[in-house]
């Protein structure tokens, strides 16, 4: 079953994972357990979600430990790549 994802009034719902308060926000934390929150935080639609958060600040140069380079996405994919099929 794929995970619902519902940005209003209405919880999120993941697979059958109850949700412990209703929540106007996006903020997974209020809406599941931690078990829950932790089997969300797992799949790659959140994972993806995360993801362009940090790009978009990385993006607008607003993060604290990196810096962004569109020169070397090439370079870097790459080496993401290399790391993967080694695995």
Known sequence: MLPVYVQSDQ??????LKPTTKCNTMNIVNVFSPEGTAAYLRTLPAI????GQVFELAQQ???????????????????????IQVR
Do not use: G, M, Q
């Open 11 to 16: 919880p999120f719902i993941y697979n059958n």
């Open 48 to 51: 993806r979600e995360r993801c």
């Open 61 to 83: 140069d607003k993060l604290e430990y990196f810096e962004y380079h569109p020169a070397k996405e090439a370079d870097v994919a790459a080496f993401c790549t290399k790391i």
